[in-house]
């Protein structure tokens, strides 16, 4: 078999394994498009120990600059600029995604802006930016972290089993 086709197989069969664990068994704790989103990350990083590394670092950092976002615009931070306050808070928080990508764990610039892209789309869409400072499983900062750990777990998985396959 192709490493092609071996790494298609391997996703494929992962993914179902990894939909049905996301919508049944992890559903209060895992977003199966989160998972997807740094399973496709860790490929495109390399898809090696430091591209897993990466990928789990800059995607929670991501979450991070994402949920003191939202706590700021949901505080009323800067409330004083109205129509002005969340796009300055936005602005001043997504800075770090680039300027710390002379980190080595931060390098990977998309990781970053995924990390953060999903958690503030989790947050709004699902009305829980009121919830970034909780400790528990309705903060979207930690379900975004939760769910790209375990989606680049997976994307280490299935490089793993397409080698099995491809030989």
């Known amino acids: 078999m192709s ?8 996703i494929a069969v992962l993914g179902g394994v990894w939909a ?17 989103i740094s399973w496709g990350c860790y ?11 990466k990928t789990i670092a800059g995607m929670s950092f991501g979450a991070v600059m994402a949920g003191i976002a939202l706590a700021l615009v949901s505080g009323g931070a800067l409330s004083g ?11 001043v928080t997504v800075f770090p995604l680039v300027a710390m990508s ?21 947050a709004l869409t699902a009305s829980t930016a009121g919830n970034v400072t909780a400790v528990d499983l309705t903060n ?8 790209t750990v375990i989606g680049a777990l997976f994307g280490v998985a299935s490089g793993m089993l397409a080698g099995k396959l491809g030989k």
């Open 140 to 147: 979207p900062v930690l379900l975004v972290i939760i769910s």
């Open 43 to 53: 490929f495109h990083t390399g898809g090696d120990n430091a591209a897993l590394q």
């Open 3 to 10: 490493k092609l086709i071996a790494l298609a197989v391997s």
């Open 102 to 122: 002379g980190s080595n764990l931060l390098s990977v610039v998309p990781a970053n802006v995924y990390g953060y892209a999903a958690t503030a789309g989790l």
């Open 81 to 91: 600029l109205g129509v002005l306050a969340a796009p300055v808070i936005i602005g």
């Open 20 to 36: 049905f664990l996301a919508f049944n068994p992890l559903a209060a704790v895992a977003l199966v498009w989160v998972g997807f």
